[in-house]
């Protein structure tokens, strides 16, 4: 009776010691909402609608002030980083801009995350089958806009029902300046940001870049794997769990982005891309090769990332 007694009190004990377990962890545990494609599309067809965004131009300043306009909307804390980039070809100097929008969360210190896009647009369609259009601009519906689509509807999310940590949004300026061969003109806006204090600010940050192709494939960039691989890690298992199947678990390219920029002050960063993007740097970069479904898998993992942390 006594030894029966005993495994009574032990099987009470340590039910009462899971449900003590269980509802702390989901104590600080906030339910993701739901990402929705078609409004991230809808900003990808708002930004190309302003033409261009080349720094410097009227484009690109329309576009921006769009894009403050909505996180100000959101009661983010909105910042504007300008700084001056010397165009080595023309020798004129180019005002070029971050914007940087700030959401805090519900727990106190929790640490701060980077989440990364580039709004800017190239000034050249250097890989456009039509060799009389590769001086041309490009209009960026997938090479820029699709990255800063995914940024301001994960924006929505998270002012809409805070994470537990604090979230920081920056839409970078001057990614895709340089000519080729010259890395010196290209991730100017990260390259900027990284000046302005914030080692030891970010738990790590995430570039999302290129990834609203209609037929998305997204493999684990050659840079990332190799400096950071749990924080790819992380993104996989997502995927792997939300059955997203246009993330490929395999390593396969090896890409110059804004997340090199964040690893020289040892901030760990990884890139999220599709570089198998047939009309890269060429004048069909157009909204009809983009898909709300693909912004949407990717939203999808960044969602339940961000409400995991």
């Given at each position: ?18 449900i ?72 004129k ?10 959401f ?60 537990s ?92 982005d ?32 983009c ?9 999808d ?9």
């Open positions: 009776m006594g030894n029966h007694n005993l495994k009574i009190r032990t099987a009470l004990a340590l039910a009462f010691l899971l003590v377990l269980f509802g702390c962890g989901q104590k600080n545990t906030v339910l993701p909402p739901e990402f929705d494609g078609e409004r991230a599309f809808g900003y990808l067809e708002k930004q190309v609608s302003f033409g261009p965004r080349v720094p410097g131009t009227k484009e690109s300043a329309e576009c921006r002030e769009y894009i403050i306009s909505f996180f100000d909307s959101l009661g983010a804390r909105t910042d504007t980083l300008s700084f001056i980039h010397n165009d080595k070809t023309t020798g100097q180019i005002e070029m801009v971050n914007v940087l929008a700030s805090e969360g519900t727990e106190k210190n929790p640490g701060r995350y980077l989440f990364a896009a580039h709004y800017d647009t190239r000034p050249r369609a250097e890989h456009d089958p039509d060799p009389a259009k590769r001086e041309e601009w490009i209009a960026g519906a997938n090479d820029g806009a699709s990255g800063v689509a995914v940024l301001m509807e994960l924006a929505n999310l998270v002012s809409q029902k805070p994470p940590v604090d979230i920081d949004f920056v839409i970078l300026d001057g990614e895709d300046f340089g000519r080729p061969g010259d890395l010196s003109e290209y991730f100017l806006g990260a390259k900027d940001l990284i000046l302005r204090d914030i080692k030891g600010k970010y738990e790590w940050a995430i570039i999302v870049d290129m990834i609203g192709d209609r037929e998305l494939q997204i493999y684990r960039e050659q840079f990332s794997q190799k400096y950071f691989p749990k924080l790819n890690d992380k993104i996989w298992a997502i995927a792997e769990e939300l059955g997203k199947t246009s993330f490929v678990d395999s390593v396969k390219h090896q890409v110059y804004d997340h090199l920029s964040f690893m020289t002050i040892k901030l760990p960063s990884i890139v999220i891309i599709d570089f198998d993007y047939p009309y890269w740097h060429t004048t069909h970069d157009t909204p009809d090769k898909s709300p479904e693909s912004l949407e898998a990717v939203g993992v960044l969602t339940v990332l961000m409400y995991r942390l």
